[in-house]
Structures are given as structure tokens and as C-alpha cells.
């Protein structure tokens, strides 16, 4: 059974710095892109960085310069780490996998970690 | 970039009524179109990929059509477990950059 596992939310000040993990099971985590995605209170969603199995990463512009998204496959982790963190980040935050045989289809998503950003 | 209209933004219809959902992107995106369903409180979860096709184990009354900049999704029969938001999804690939739509809250009448 796939199963996705975020951790690492909380509260942080404006400027401050996040890790967000995400702890993959169930299928074979090197050889998927991975991705995460967020949502801020009342609202849609929001993609903000992928990374292929093999390393390729892209970003949203707003998240550009201050996210960096890695993976460690041999832990079969996923992480996002977040600096210079604005109020606007604020939101749950989730992992997705992407389905095979899909561009850019997201079949399994973890359950949410919160990030909130406030003084 | 790529942008996508999704709508309307909310609808209300009565059980086993059909409701439609577009998005139109601003250029032509072939059939990188995928929807999702999220509930409250829930992570989003995926029902129709490459615009068409159908994600296993997802009923038959869900289902999705288009190809280049209008896509359509369908709930051919709307059921109580349908209250839900929906969002289109599409990749554009130069550069490559993922972008939902702004939701559709599906409500019954």
C-alpha cells in the first residue's frame, strides 16, 4: 500500500526557515517524480516544486530562490526546504507522487502538514 | 505562461442531475488536463488523467473530455458522496510548471 507521510509543519516568523519532510512507502520511491503542493486556508491549490527520479527540479515563481525541493532515495524521503518565509506561505502543505504512464498526474498524496507563518 | 479558467466556481444541483465543469487553458495544452477531487479536511485525490481517462477505481459516472485549450468534466448522475470542490490541473512544458484551476464547489440543491 502506497502511503505518503509529511512532517515538519509548525509555526515560524516571518524570515524564518522550515524543513518539511515527506516519508514515502509502498512502491518504488527512486523511480518517481515527486512533488509538493499547497493550499492556504479557504483556498485552492497551489503547486510549488517537483523533482524527477532522476533529479530534474522545477519551481513555481513564487516559491523561486527561497525553496529548495531534494530527495534522498535511499531513505525514500522527500523534502522541501523552506527560507525566507513570507505570511503568505502560510497553508498545508502536501506530498504527491506522481501516477506512471502520467505527465503530471498526482494518484497518491499524503495527508497535510501545516505551515504557519506569523509574528 | 499557461493560464487556466476554470468554471463556474460553485454550482448546486439536486441528486442524479448532470453537472459540467470547464476549464479552458490560453494555449494549447493537448490533453495535459487531470481532475481532482478534494473534501474537507482531506487530501485531494485524482479522477480523470490526460483529460479522458478514467483513474482506477473511480465510479463511471465521473468522466472527462477535451483536447487542446477546452477541457469538460462530467458527473453524469450527482450523488450525496459528490459534495465536494473539484480542480482541473495542467503541465505546461516550456518550462515546465504545474497550475490548478481555481476550484469548483460542487453543493446539493
Known amino acids: 500500500e502506497v502511503q505518503l507521510l509529511e512532517s515538519g509543519g509548525g509555526l515560524v516568523q516571518p524570515g524564518g526557515a522550515l524543513r518539511l519532510s515527506c516519508a514515502a512507502s509502498?512502491?518504488?520511491?527512486?523511480?518517481?517524480?515527486m512533488n509538493w503542493v499547497r493550499q492556504a486556508p479557504g483556498k485552492g491549490l497551489e503547486w510549488v516544486s517537483t523533482?524527477?527520479?532522476?533529479?530534474?527540479?522545477y519551481y513555481a515563481d513564487s516559491v523561486m530562490g527561497r525553496f529548495t525541493i531534494s530527495r534522498d532515495n535511499s531513505k525514500n524521503t522527500l523534502y522541501l526546504q523552506m527560507n525566507s518565509l513570507r505570511v503568505e506561505d502560510t497553508a498545508v502543505y502536501y506530498c504527491?507522487?506522481?501516477?506512471?504512464?502520467?505527465?503530471?498526474?498526482?494518484?497518491?498524496w499524503g495527508q497535510g502538514t501545516l505551515v504557519t507563518v506569523s509574528s | 505562461d499557461i493560464q487556466v479558467t476554470q468554471s463556474p466556481s460553485s454550482l448546486s444541483a439536486s441528486v442524479g442531475d448532470r453537472v459540467t465543469i470547464t476549464c479552458q487553458a490560453s494555449q494549447d495544452i493537448s490533453n495535459y488536463l487531470n481532475w481532482y477531487q478534494q473534501k474537507p479536511g482531506k487530501a485531494p485525490k485524482l479522477l480523470i488523467y490526460d483529460a479522458s481517462n478514467l483513474e482506477t477505481g473511480v465510479p463511471s459516472r465521473f468522466s472527462g473530455s477535451g483536447s487542446g485549450t477546452d477541457f469538460t468534466f462530467t458527473i453524469s448522475s450527482l450523488q450525496p458522496d459528490d459534495i465536494a470542490t473539484y480542480y482541473c490541473?495542467?503541465?505546461?512544458?516550456?518550462?515546465?510548471?504545474?497550475?490548478f484551476g481555481g476550484g469548483t464547489k460542487v453543493e446539493i440543491k
Open positions: 523533482i524527477s527520479g532522476s533529479g530534474g527540479i
Open positions: 504527491a507522487k506522481r501516477r506512471p504512464g502520467t505527465t503530471a498526474a498526482f494518484d497518491y
Open positions: 509502498g512502491f518504488t520511491f527512486s523511480r518517481y517524480a
Open positions: 490541473q495542467q503541465f505546461d512544458n516550456l518550462p515546465p510548471k504545474l497550475t
